[in-house]
């Protein structure tokens, strides 16, 4: 599609730019772009006004008008996040593990920038300048494909960046969005392989299955998390209430929110009274085995489709089992690779805990929530990787770089 | 599919098993596998041999009839390459990172297996037993589909390698073989997604870029190389013929060999005559622009077509350029992100080379052939990635493991 293979040949000459920029350029940049955000806010403002209109008069739901809407707080939200972004240690050029062979080859791994990064994203307008942020201070060009309900918005988000770009001699297709409403090119999109090095979804469930079915180019799947609790015998069964109560009820539409309960027989009797006596503060409903209800009579039964399901709302599944063994398969049957939580006082529990389960954050004494680019130390994240390949987890800008083997030599030749 | 399915229960059942397996009982698991292939060589030359007659009865071209066919030395190479790969450190289980926040949660970053890994190749039987070694060695589950000239000797190298394994009491499905030569099976084993964490293709550029676009399941693209050399001026002109006549001509049916040249404008004059006639000595076509024609009479006209081409056989594109900036663009343009090496006496020209090169190996004074898991220095490899995401070069053991992060709390809540 040549609209395509344009945008695509525009982001390599990009690329090329980027790949071997200064991190003082990069920074320069970055709040240069802030700036703009914020000198151009109330373009800004009226571009999401128009798109706030259509999608009023399209019946939009409430949460998600809400996701859609900007306000100058939001958009100086935006600025101060590339303002940070700037701040942040730069990923690029690093080199390790040098080391002298014996036929005198020099041989080490240098850290560059992936090259061009797709992303592929829902009607969130911040999306467009944090994406930017993350990927130009890695090194590389980005090419976003946002929601069409936003279109204006981002419309206005990536003009504002690129003139911030171009004023500080640099080129502005760093960021370029399609702004194609057409089904055609976002399939299109997936497909750029030679252009686009990875492509990133960020969204719900279905946007997501749609991208890994589809795309030929290497996909990073993130976001989905059904994560369990699994308190033990023995266990602090008031700390267990507390973990359960903050990764149940303190953000529910969120990766990292709890979705499922899993408890020891032993102490189900104890625990799953009190558990409900908390979450009832929140009204969150109580879906469980015969076990469960048996243990807490506000508990209502669940479906085999329940142990599966990321609710992101105040429903919780609760399960009844033998022994930690029952536990771990129960939670390596139906989680989704996000983020586990043992609550034990038992020192071999939690190591098996740990070694068996197969997520990308298992914790002990801990809550879901902490799963996060910020909470684990990275600043900013680009979302949280519930694949094995490359990241595994929140994705600060070092998942945002790959390696290349550098190799000094002498003239040597293979023998 | 139903078959598939079951293929997929049983390498999820393996896996559990593997992923927490001591490296003492896999290394022994390995030098089992190893006396078994030793000892049922008669079996496995048997059923390479009906192998043989199947395809020398289809006409198959003497090239890939040598691929094919197993000795008695190419079983002892088999068994020898798992002995090495047992006598190699385990990569599974390093806790790296560990740093405590200020919340007081310890958050570190442990290595763990992929899972269950997919390896696609075509008749090399010998790939077999390397593949199910590597991937064993780093705690994963394999499911192999070699090429249907092999299925035989695939057959009976499975069944040895699955004997040894229940011996030492470990699940025999960690290995399995898709042994349906129905391309339908083969479809859906590229769509495996919930049972196989990472398909790796083995072989030419067609499989590959079949794989590429048909899979759903993550793949890591290896092998294709359009490698290139630069003899940039100033350079050490006989240095450069001699790399040169290395990466051409050692062996040019390997993905490090190199197809194309590029050379100075300065020096092309002294160095094609230099280049055309070391290469005359193994009948090598040198296919150039007109400028290399134009400097050495031997050289025939290139077509476009020849810039991109991995040739595999014993012909050379040439190409003059004006600098080491036209030389940079035009390896970026035509390359296949595989090894790309520069002859120079200049250290800016060869830091700018490493800089800007994009390409998994990128060398100065030394030929493309080094680029390799043993020249590297990892011991055995599972194929050059010439992706960026998750690995980039040569693959050894540590590439086919991935990391979780693993947190130790003492009932820390988010605010």
Redesign the interface.
């Known amino acids: 599609m040549e609209y395509l293979e344009q945008i695509g040949r525009r982001a390599k000459g990009a690329e090329?730019v980027l790949?071997?920029l200064d991190g003082g350029r990069k920074d320069q940049a970055l709040l240069t772009a802030a700036e703009y955000l914020r000198a151009e806010s109330a373009l800004v403002l009226q571009a999401n006004e128009e798109d706030m209109a259509q999608a009023r008069k399209k019946g939009m739901a409430p949460g998600l008008l809400d996701r859609l809407s900007l306000t100058q707080e939001r958009i100086e939200a935006m600025a101060e996040g590339l303002t940070q972004v700037a701040a942040a240690g730069d990923p690029v050029g690093e080199v390790t593990e040098m080391?002298k062979?014996p036929n005198g080859?020099l041989?080490g791994k240098?850290r560059v920038p992936?090259?061009v990064v797709g992303i592929i994203y829902e009607s969130r307008p911040n999306v467009t300048a944090d994406a930017f942020g993350l990927c130009f201070k890695a090194g590389n060009a980005v090419i976003l494909k946002g929601g069409s309900d936003a279109l204006s918005s981002n419309r206005a988000i990536v003009a504002a960046i690129g003139r911030a770009l171009s004023d500080c001699g640099l080129p502005k297709e760093a960021v370029q969005l399609i702004d194609s409403p057409d089904r055609l090119v976002t399939a299109g999109f997936m497909k750029m392989?030679g252009y686009v090095?990875?492509l990133i979804p960020r969204g719900g469930a279905g946007l997501i299955r749609t991208v890994?079915?589809e795309s030929?180019v290497?996909?990073?799947e993130t976001g989905t998390g059904n994560c369990h609790i699994y308190v033990d015998d023995p266990a602090?069964l008031s700390?267990a209430a507390?973990?359960l109560?903050?990764?149940k009820t303190?953000r529910t539409g969120v990766c990292n929110a709890c979705e499922s309960l899993v408890v020891h027989e032993a102490v189900a009797g104890r625990f799953l009274p009190m558990a409900a006596a908390c979450l009832a503060e929140k009204k969150v409903e109580l879906r469980g085995d015969a076990r469960a209800m048996a243990a807490e009579k506000s508990i209502v039964p669940a479906t085999e489709e329940d142990w599966g399901k990321e609710y992101l709302d105040y429903i919780l599944s609760v399960k009844v089992v033998k022994d930690i063994g029952e536990a771990i398969a129960h939670i390596?049957r139906y989680n989704t690779g996000h983020s586990e939580t043992i609550v034990t006082k038992d020192y071999a529990h939690?190591q098996r805990f740990?070694?068996?389960i197969?997520?990308?954050?298992?914790?002990?004494?801990?809550?879901t929530?902490?799963?996060d680019g910020g909470?684990?130390?990275f600043g900013a994240e680009i979302g949280i990787s519930t694949?094995?390949?490359?990241a595994?987890?929140p994705m600060g800008l070092k998942e945002l770089t790959?390696?290349?083997?550098?190799?000094?030599?002498?003239?040597?030749?293979?023998e």
Chains 1, 2 share one sequence.
């Open positions: 090329t790949r071997t080391k062979r080859l041989i240098k992936l090259g392989n090095d990875v890994v079915q030929t290497p996909v990073i602090d700390m507390k973990i109560y903050n990764a303190q390596n939690a740990l070694d068996e197969d997520a990308a954050a298992v914790y002990v004494n801990a809550s929530r902490f799963t909470e684990f130390g694949q094995k390949l490359h595994r987890g790959t390696t290349k083997y550098i190799i000094y030599g002498e003239g040597q030749v293979r």
